[in-house]
C-alpha cells in the first residue's frame, strides 16, 4: 500500500516562497512507475489539480494559474517530489495535498489518483 506524507506548508507573506515536499513508501517496484500530482482545495470547494509529474517520462503539467511560479521536480536519490513555490499569492491559500498513480503520463483529474497524502495547510498573507 502506497503512503504519501506531505511537509513543508506554513504560513508565508504575499511574494515569498515555499517547496512542499511529498515522500513515498510502499510502492510496487519504485516510484518510477507512478505519477505524482499536487493538487490544493479550499473549504467548499473541489480539489483542484495544480501540477503532476510523470515520473517514468519526466514530464510535468502546470495550471495555467501557478505556470511559472511553481515548479515540480524530483530528488535523485529519495522517493520524495518536491513543489517549489514563489510569488505566493493569497489566493494560494488552501490545503495542499499530494497524490500517487501507477501511469507513464501525466494524469490531472483528482478522480483519478488512487492514493493520497494527507494534505498540509499553506496560508499567504496579503
Known amino acids: 500500500q502506497v503512503q504519501l506524507v506531505e511537509s513543508g506548508g506554513g504560513l508565508v507573506q504575499a511574494g515569498g516562497s515555499l517547496r512542499l515536499s511529498c515522500t513515498g513508501s510502499g510502492f510496487t517496484g519504485t516510484m518510477d512507475y507512478y505519477t505524482i500530482g499536487w493538487f490544493r482545495q479550499v473549504p467548499g470547494k473541489e480539489r483542484d489539480s495544480v501540477s503532476c509529474?510523470?515520473?517514468?517520462?519526466?514530464?510535468?503539467y502546470y495550471s495555467d494559474s501557478v505556470k511559472g511560479r511553481f515548479t515540480i521536480s524530483r530528488a535523485s536519490t529519495k522517493s520524495t517530489v518536491y513543489l517549489q513555490m514563489t510569488s505566493l499569492k493569497p489566493e494560494y491559500t488552501a490545503v495542499y495535498y499530494c497524490a500517487a498513480v501507477m501511469s507513464h503520463t501525466i494524469v490531472i483529474p483528482a478522480t483519478l489518483y488512487d492514493f493520497w497524502g494527507q494534505g498540509t495547510q499553506v496560508t499567504v498573507s496579503s
Open positions: 509529474l510523470s515520473n517514468s517520462e519526466g514530464d510535468t
